[in-house]
């Protein structure tokens, strides 16, 4: 079965620092891109980053670049997501979605999600 | 950036009914269209995929088309457990963008 668990999600205060990771099981890690979308509280889904397969090809949302970092260890079957310099509008649950098996940036399936609060 | 605008916001309908729901993008995306269903609490769910492509293991009552900048996804006969939100998702370019989403309510 696909599987994704996120998890390193909490509270923290304006300024500072959080790592999520996503851990995957059930696919070859290796052989699919990866990206974080993400839903701040009774509002709708804003994609945050993409990374491919390999790593070699990022990609952000301009209200995250500088401040966010995507990466992937596929050794170790895993998705991270740095974020620096966190906001109160960075609040929100992050979810990790796989590529698609079918051709084209369609995002399934999906975590189960990691809540990140930002408040002093 | 590309602007998806979905409509109606939110649709109030029975079980049994045919709903339809409709995104548009801000500028052409050929077939690059996803819809997704999120019930509270849960993450999304893809149902819908280039534009018209049923996603494997959901049900032949959805269904998707349109191409360029009009969308729609429609249900054919509600069940009781596809009252949800339903949000549409271009792919066609970074940064990928989803429309505001649409509420399904009784």
Same mark, same amino acid.
């Given at each position: 079965e696909v599987q994704l668990v996120e998890s390193g999600g909490g509270l923290v205060k304006p300024g500072g620092s959080l790592r999520l990771s996503c851990t995957a099981s059930g +696919?070859?890690?290796?052989s699919y891109s990866m990206n974080w979308v993400r839903q701040a509280p009774g509002k709708g889904l804003e994609w945050v980053s993409s990374i491919s397969s390999s790593g070699s090809y990022i990609y952000y949302a301009d209200s995250m670049k500088g401040r966010f970092t995507i990466s992937r260890d596929n050794a170790k079957n895993s998705l991270f997501l740095q974020m620096n310099s966190?906001?109160?509008?960075?609040t929100a649950v992050y979810y990790c979605a796989r590529r698609s098996?079918?051709? $084209?940036?369609? +995002?399934?399936?999906? $975590?189960q999600g990691t809540l990140v609060t930002v408040s002093s | 950036d590309i602007q998806m605008t979905q409509s109606p916001s939110s649709v109030s309908a029975s079980v049994g009914d045919r709903v339809t729901i409709t995104c548009r993008a801000s500028?052409?995306?050929?077939?690059w269209l996803a819809w997704y269903q999120q019930k509270p609490g849960k993450a999304p769910k893809l149902l819908?995929?280039?534009?018209?492509s049923l996603q494997s293991g959901?049900?032949?009552r959805f269904s998707g088309s349109g191409s360029g900048t009009d969308f729609t996804l429609t249900i054919s006969s509600l069940q009781p457990e596809d009252f949800a939100t339903y949000y549409c998702q271009q792919?066609?370019?970074?940064?990928y963008t989803f429309g505001q989403g649409t509420k399904l309510e009784i």
């Open positions: +696919f070859t890690f290796s966190l906001r109160a509008e960075d098996t079918y051709y $084209g940036d369609w +995002f399934d399936p999906w $975590g | 500028q052409g995306i050929t077939s819908i995929y280039a534009a018209s959901v049900p032949s792919a066609n370019s970074f940064p």
